[in-house]
């Protein structure tokens, strides 16, 4: 059974910085896309940042117009973590986080093409 288990959201304010964990378990992730996707009420569910491995055997990220300079992807573990450090935080960076793990190399922005989701984590960003 794959799960994917957040850590690290909470409360913060304007201009603080945040780090998000997710660890996946049950299968391997090695060469596949992860990432992170967020949902803020009322809001459909948005891609973040993801990671993707391409023909030379790495890993490279890419980012939402939106928090594109502010955040960092990356991973860790084996393959099998996905991290995202959040820095100069917005209020309109508040939202569900939700870590995403993808069934290829690719990793998708559209969240229908997701394969596996974490529980997610909330993110309060005060003004």
């Known amino acids: 059974q794959v799960q994917l288990v957040e850590s690290g959201g909470g409360l913060v304010q304007t201009g603080g910085s945040l780090r998000l964990s997710c660890a996946a378990s049950g299968r391997t992730f090695s060469g596949k896309g992860m990432g992170w996707f967020r949902q803020a009420p009322g809001k459909e569910r948005e891609f973040v940042a993801g990671t993707s491995w391409n023909f030379v055997r790495t890993y490279y990220a890419v980012y939402a117009d939106a928090v594109k300079g502010r955040f960092t992807v990356s991973r860790g573990g084996a393959d099998n973590t996905v991290y995202l450090q959040m820095n100069s935080l917005k209020p309109e960076d508040t939202a569900v986080y939700y870590c995403?793990?993808?069934?290829?190399?690719?990793?998708?922005?559209?969240?229908?093409?997701?394969?596996?989701w974490g529980q997610g984590t909330q993110v309060t960003v005060s003004s």
């Open positions: 995403a793990a993808a069934l290829n190399s690719r990793f998708p922005f559209d969240a229908a093409e997701i394969g596996y």
